[in-house]
Structure formats: C-alpha cells, structure tokens
Nanobody, 120 residues
Framework: QVQLVESGGGLVQPGGSLRLSCAAS????????MGWYRQAPGKERELVAN???????RYADSVKGRFTISRDGAKNTVYLQMNSLKPEDTAVYYC??????????????WGQGTQVTVSS
C-alpha cells in the first residue's frame, strides 16, 4: 500500500517560518506529481503549490514569493518551505501525489494532513 506521511506543522508567530515534509512510501512504480493543498475552516481545499512534472513548479498567487516547493526524487519526498507566514495561512495542509503503484495504474493519493497555525 502507498502512504503519504506529512510532518513539520505547528504553531508559529506571524512573520515566522515553517518547513513541511511529505514522504511517499510503499509499493510505488513511479511518481508523476507531488504537491501541497490546504483547507481552512469553512473553506474549500485549495492548491498551495505543486510540482506537476520534473522541476516545474506552480504556486497559488497568495503564496508566491513566500513559499518554496522542492522535491527529492531519490527519497520520494516533497518539501514546502513557508516564510513570512500570515494568519491567513492558518489551515490544515495536505500532501498530494499522483503516482503509479503499478505500471498500469495511476491515481491520486493524499496524506492525513498537518495543522499549521499562524498566530501571535
């Protein structure tokens, strides 16, 4: 079975930084994309950043210039460096990956979510 395990969330003051990590493990044939979504209370889940292919990156307008996504292919791990955090960044952050557990299957997987709270 495939698992996405996130870490790195927590409580931080406005202007602070956090780094999220997400490692994919299990029976994996190949990984297409990895990325991060978030969901704040009462709001829909939204894309924060992802790497849809190779080194291509995509960011939500609200985090451009503050967040940086990166990926370690050898470790099947994606990171999200979050700087200059704002209270409106408070949400549960979910790791997402589109991968193939076998050569003939391809589907999206989600992590369990990690809470990020930005507050003084």
């Amino acid at each position: 079975q495939v698992q996405l395990v996130e870490s790195g969330g927590g409580l931080v003051q406005p202007g602070g930084s956090l780094r999220l990590s997400c490692a994919a493990s299990g029976s994996i044939y190949s990984i297409d994309s990895m990325g991060w979504y978030r969901q704040a209370p009462g709001k829909e889940r939204e894309l924060v950043a992802n790497m849809p292919s190779g080194d291509i990156t995509r960011y939500a307008d609200s985090v451009k210039g503050r967040f940086t996504i990166s990926r370690d292919g050898a470790k099947n791990t994606v990171y999200l460096q979050m700087n200059s955090l704002k209270p409106e960044d408070t949400a549960v952050y979910y790791c997402n990956s589109i991968l193939s557990p076998t050569y003939d299957r391809r589907k999206p997987y989600w992590g369990q979510g990690t809470q990020v709270t930005v507050s003084s």
